[in-house]
């Protein structure tokens, strides 16, 4: 099966495929080539997935930037 492409991943998937990539690399049980392809996924994955995160971050502070100068209070959990 071949690989998405990662801009067209969830950022969840995108943590989960990168997360078994590392374990992958750290177990040393790879041919360096094949090694060499997991890294390059990795790195591609890791720059998707700071991608996501930059455009929630800017996405979070639009919202609170529109918020009319409202302050915010703090959360306080009510226990079940």
Same mark, same amino acid.
């Given at each position: 099966?071949?690989?998405?492409?990662?801009?067209?991943?969830?950022?969840?998937?995108?943590?989960?495929?990168?997360?078994?990539?590392?374990?992958?690399?750290?177990s040393g049980d790879?041919?360096?080539?094949?090694?060499?392809?997991?890294?390059?996924?990795? @790195?591609? =994955?890791?720059? &998707?997935?700071? %991608?996501? /995160?930059? !455009?929630?971050?800017?996405?979070?502070? @639009?919202? =609170?930037?529109? &918020?009319?100068? %409202?302050? /915010?209070? !703090?959360?306080?959990?009510?226990?079940?």
């Amino acid at each position: 099966m071949a690989s998405k492409k990662p801009e067209n991943m969830s950022f969840e998937a995108t943590i989960e495929e990168l997360d078994n990539l590392v374990e992958q690399l750290e177990s040393g049980d790879i041919a360096l080539d094949e090694a060499l392809k997991k890294f390059e996924r990795g @790195i591609a =994955l890791a720059r &998707s997935g700071q %991608a996501k /995160l930059d !455009e929630a971050e800017q996405r979070v502070r @639009i919202l =609170l930037d529109n &918020s009319d100068d %409202a302050p /915010l209070a !703090e959360f306080t959990a009510v226990p079940e």
